[in-house]
């Protein structure tokens, strides 16, 4: 007899044992067994992610009084052809299909092959020749399906990598298409202004689109590049009031423009940092504790509805988001944004133009309970945009709380605010926010002068509400109001925000699948810029978002 023939009957056994180990786990079941095809033993090894182990020891619901104890053994620590599951257990009474002790059968001929070019196994009978060739024979059909399917996906793969985009890119898109109207008595002015013009509005039809480009370049870093295109005009033009705006309003007449660079990447393991090259926003990088209404897109319709006004400082600026998080209840971020850092000219610049410094403690116990804990400086030259105006809440809120020392004027301010979420189901969660920004003229006509401004708002989210996916939420609050300050008592400003403004939002999110959205929803804004003459005025809008 060849030394090759030596040498298969010598490993003959591992393919003995395992026919017999595994052919007894599924006797019980494989009568009533449904048939199992290829794709999905692929699927269903990918969900199980089996890993190799190296001793039988490493099986936590394998013992040794176990009857097939000694051939698992064998075939782990002596063959290593068996493998178990992420949780360390094997499952060896859980039913085998055909195409899976094909599979096992494969691994362990794979494993024959290795050992006879090597000759270190022990001698056996002819008995178990034959056996290996029966078995050979008996799953030739499986085996010749497998090997099939591997040389299948192998070609596939090799064209996808020959043509595709990228090696390290993935796009990922949004579409949005909004009907929308504005309707009311009259248009809204500030407190002692003259009401003498209806709210005359047309029903739209507006879309933004937006292409987002994500690279990765080890696998726990990444760089966002966003193309944006949008036709959402503000409302604000024929309410009278910004608390009317939409959380996706914009108007660059559909020209594509690239308003997003950033590169996010791990210092430590808990130290994560995020470059701001354009359009930085503090909200897409911190934790705003309003996860079901805070997207543009998918969350609340209204612009006041999505997250407390503090995360807006800053907004659009460059800078760097810095978050440590040590793998506790606890963490802590800090930011700086600059809104004019690529303009060199005088009072403008990363240093010396708009910016905001930002700091947040979150504290977060449990999945049901969070906090946080928010501080942000924000220092406004009105130059932002050729505008001749600050923006301190970037567009919630009055127009007096907004810009309290009126134009030309340097601002500085400081905002405080405290934000939390509870989640008493799976199902049902609410949230909230409350915030006080004291702001001081530093130039202009009201220089020395300073406005106390606050605001508040709660939400609360019904989950899978008349269907799994769907989101019933209701939103209410106050936006900003200048409540004091010595500019509250200046002349031209006694009758400004002396009422206060509710905002009242429901909104119904309908999961036609998971790229399709549909949300209907209504905007009640009760005595809009806090003046109480003003009539109420409503914004109904029917938003469709597209996931690609």
């Known amino acids: 007899m060849t030394k090759r023939f030596w040498n298969l009957i010598k490993v003959s056994p591992v393919v003995l044992a395992a026919t017999f180990f595994a052919a007894n786990n599924a006797l019980a079941a494989e009568v009533n067994e449904p048939v199992t095809n290829v794709t999905q033993l692929s699927e269903a090894q990918d969900s199980n992610s089996m890993n190799q182990v190296t001793s039988v020891s490493q099986f936590s619901d394998v013992q040794p009084t176990d009857w097939a104890f000694q051939a698992l053994q ?113 248009r809204a002015v500030p407190g002692g202004g003259n009401q003498n013009q209806d709210l005359d509005s047309n029903t739209t039809f507006s879309d933004r689109v937006r292409l987002n480009l994500f690279s990765s370049f080890t696998g726990k870093d990444q760089l966002q590049i966003r193309l944006n295109a949008n036709n959402t005009i503000s409302n604000a033009a024929v309410s009278g009031t910004n608390m009317t705006r939409l959380a996706f309003d914009g108007n660059n007449n559909n020209s594509v423009v690239i308003d997003k660079i950033n590169y996010a990447f791990n210092l430590t393991d808990a130290l994560r940092v995020k470059v701001d090259a354009s359009g930085g926003e503090l909200y897409e990088n911190v934790n705003t504790f309003n996860s079901d209404f805070a997207s543009s897109a998918r969350g609340a319709l209204s612009r006041y509805g999505r997250f407390s006004p503090i995360y807006r400082q800053g907004q659009g600026g460059a800078g760097v988001t810095v978050t440590f998080n040590p793998k506790g209840a606890i963490s802590l971020s800090g930011a700086y944004l600059a809104r004019t850092a690529n303009d060199p000219t005088l009072n403008n610049g990363l240093l010396d133009g708009d910016n905001a410094i930002f700091g947040q403690l979150s504290f977060q116990p449990t999945k049901a309970f969070n906090i946080g804990l928010t501080y942000a400086r924000t220092y406004q030259t009105n130059l932002v945009n050729n ?12 127009i007096f709380a907004n810009n309290p020392f009126g134009n030309n004027t340097r601002t500085l301010s400081n905002n405080y605010g405290v934000e939390a979420t509870f989640q008493f189901s799976p199902k049902l969660a609410i949230s909230g926010w409350g915030g006080y920004t004291t702001a001081d003229a530093i130039t202009g006509a009201n220089a020395g002068t300073d406005a106390d401004i606050w605001y508040w708002a709660g939400a609360l989210a019904l989950r899978d509400f008349g269907g799994k996916g769907n989101v019933l939420g209701v939103i209410f609050g106050q936006p900003p109001k200048v409540t004091g300050g010595s500019i509250k008592n200046a002349a031209g400003n006694i009758n400004l925000d002396d009422n206060t403004s509710y905002h009242l939002e429901g909104l119904y999110k309908f999961k036609v699948s998971d790229n399709i959205q549909v949300t209907p929803g209504l905007l009640v804004i009760f005595n809009p810029e806090h003046n109480d003459a003003n009539d109420t005025e409503y914004v109904g809008t029917l938003r469709t978002t597209f996931t690609f």
């Open 74 to 186: 064998s075939l782990v620590e002596r063959y290593g052809c068996i493998a178990g599951y992420p949780n360390s257990t094997y499952r060896g009474n859980r039913a085998l299909t055909r195409y899976e002790f094909a599979a096992g059968l494969n691994a362990c001929l794979d494993r024959v092959n290795e050992l006879i070019a090597t000759a270190t196994a022990d001698l056996v009978s002819k008995q178990d020749l034959a056996t290996l060739q029966r078995l050979q024979e008996e799953y030739s059909a499986e085996l010749a399906t497998l090997r099939g399917r591997v040389d299948g996906l192998e070609a596939r793969t090799s064209e996808l990598e020959a043509n595709q985009f990228s090696t390290t890119t993935k796009l990922v898109g949004e579409a949005i298409f909004a009907v929308s109207d504005v309707f009311g008595g009259n």
């Open 387 to 398: 505008t001749v105006n600050n923006n301190l809440f970037q567009g919630t809120g009055s």
